[in-house]
T-cell receptor, first 113, second 112 residues
Framework: DQQVKQNSPSLSVQEGRISILNCDYTNSMFDYFLWYKKYPAEGPTFLIS?????DKNEDGRFTVFLNKSAKHLSLHIVPSQPGDSAVYFCAASAGGRTYKYIFGTGTRLKVLA | NAGVTQTPKFQVLKTGQSMTLQCAQDMNHEYMSWYRQDPGMGLRLIHYSVGAGITDQGEVPNGYNVSRSTTEDFPLRLLSAAPSQTSVYFCASTKGQVSEAFFGQGTRLTVV
């Protein structure tokens, strides 16, 4: 049973436009959510996080939105740049157990110049 | 500041061989974890540790052993390699209960 789902395997966006990546979860105990970016042959790198006590968190071009009632979070990248082309993973943890994140399957974003 | 360092970066094993994947972190993080990444499956947790001397199983622990004798090091041992263990392995460390995980560069393992 997949607790964290990213239903779009890939997404293409024109440079300068908004990229919206989506993630759904089923475990209502999750209280901390993160987004990671991964380039080929590299480890995942942390982008942005959000606690369940918030519904929005911004960091520069990146904004994460959390809808707890729908068990849904999204990552907005504005404006998108070619260097943003990568695989994006969402991850969740429960009860402070940040040693056991549950990851989604990833969305490959391609930003077209 | 090196962060999380994994060695080797690449490894080819024959079925039945054993080996140890090394992981070291220099951030004094209490929590460390091993994940594997397979196509279409995201990252799955193999084993984790909440401190020196304390380890536990994750989602896919079979065929792997871990130990944590120091805060810095968290090696992953493959006891008898199988083709199903062909994967990319990532080690991660986390500072605390509301913190992101920092990942190493990964080890690409092929078992033939």
């Amino acid at each position: 049973d997949q607790q964290v789902k990213q239903n779009s395997p890939s997404l293409s966006v024109q440079e300068g436009r908004i990229s919206i990546l989506n993630c759904d979860y089923t475990n209502s105990m999750f209280d901390y959510f993160l987004w990671y970016k991964k380039y080929p042959a590299e480890g995942p790198t942390f982008l942005i996080s959000i606690s369940s006590i918030k519904d929005k968190n911004e960091d520069g071009r990146f904004t994460v939105f959390l809808n707890k009632s729908a068990k849904h979070l999204s990552l907005h990248i504005v404006p998108s740049q070619p260097g943003d082309s990568a695989v994006y993973f969402c991850a969740a943890s429960a009860g402070g157990r940040t040693y056991k994140y549950i990851f989604g399957t990833g969305t490959r974003l391609k930003v077209l110049a | 500041n090196a962060g999380v360092t994994q060695t080797p970066k690449f490894q080819v094993l024959k079925t039945g061989q054993s080996m140890t994947l090394q992981c070291a972190q220099d951030m004094n993080h209490e929590y460390m974890s091993w994940y594997r990444q397979d196509p279409g499956m995201g990252l799955r947790l193999i084993h984790y540790s909440v401190g020196a001397g304390i380890t536990d199983q994750g989602e896919v622990p079979n065929g792997y052993n871990v130990s944590r004798s120091t805060t810095e090091d968290f090696p992953l041992r493959l006891l008898s390699a199988a083709p199903s263990q062909t994967s990319v392995y990532f080690c991660a460390s986390t500072k605390g209960q509301v913190s992101e995980a920092f990942f190493g560069q990964g080890t690409r393992l092929t078992v033939v």
